[in-house]
């Protein structure tokens, strides 16, 4: 086994430890608690930045234990990145149990508070360095989508541009959306104090004849008297007057009895001859 440095060495160290629930103290010499028979020594090799393993026991003897001093900050934080970036809304307990079940680490709650403090620090902050290639990305749109439009807008912040907006419409989009609209017509509302079209006539100052009957001041629409030939014919004309009825009227019992006695009332009495 070959490794680069001495913080690669570490870090191994550290993952193996994690894995097997192991508390190991030391980094060049890597040694288990008192008893146990885990041994692993590295050794730089002569000419070569490069770190070997030379020994190597890798059996414990020892009982496993939850309380692990390798479990540190930066440690951490390289695991739990990639929870954090697929989970960020995962609380400080949810840590604490995945830290249990894939490395039986025991993690006090402010110590998993605090390492998903600095990975989603750590994660955010990657999200602001990719805005410095936005306009890289917008050349790239453009050289595939020529005709486009790629507008960014930026505002001056302590001699630095932060970014505000970015606007982006693609050639396809802008064709389909004229081929599918007319045009539209252009035709603005006129002010108060503008002066009126000297072409056309207002009302106001024009004669208006009744297309009806003749007359001047209205219109056809407007009109409200009658034809010159509607007014010549007479009331009376060819119309049947109408009766009204009249309760108690000929046929009914009241009238009947009424004439019998107007009837009678009417004839006077003769005298009698002695």
Known sequence: MM???????????????MENQKNDSKRNVVKCSDGCKFYMRFSKRIGNQFWQVVTLIEYHTCHRTADNRSAKTKWLANKFTSILRHSP?????????????RWGVKLSYDQAYREKRKVVKLVQGAGIEQFT???SYGQEL??????????????????NHVFERIYVCLEACKAGDEGSHRQAKKQRNKM?????NSHI??????????AKYGAMGHNKRSCKGKRAADRA???????????KKVKGGKGTK????????????????QPTQE
């Open 3 to 17: 490794f680069t440095n001495k913080e690669m060495i570490r870090d191994v160290v550290k993952d193996y430890a």
């Open 89 to 101: 809304s995962m609380k400080p307990s949810g840590l604490r149990a995945e830290a249990v079940e």
């Open 133 to 135: 290639h936005l306009r």
């Open 142 to 159: 453009l050289k595939s989508n020529p005709n486009s439009t790629v507008v960014i807008q930026c505002a001056d912040s302590n001699d």
């Open 192 to 196: 108060n104090d503008e002066p009126r």
């Open 201 to 210: 006539l207002p009302r106001r100052f024009s004669t208006v004849t009744c």
């Open 233 to 243: 014919i007479p009331k009376s004309g060819n119309k049947s007057k109408k009766t």
């Open 254 to 269: 009241k009238s009947k009895g009424k004439k019998i006695e107007i009837a009678q009332s009417s004839q006077a009495p």
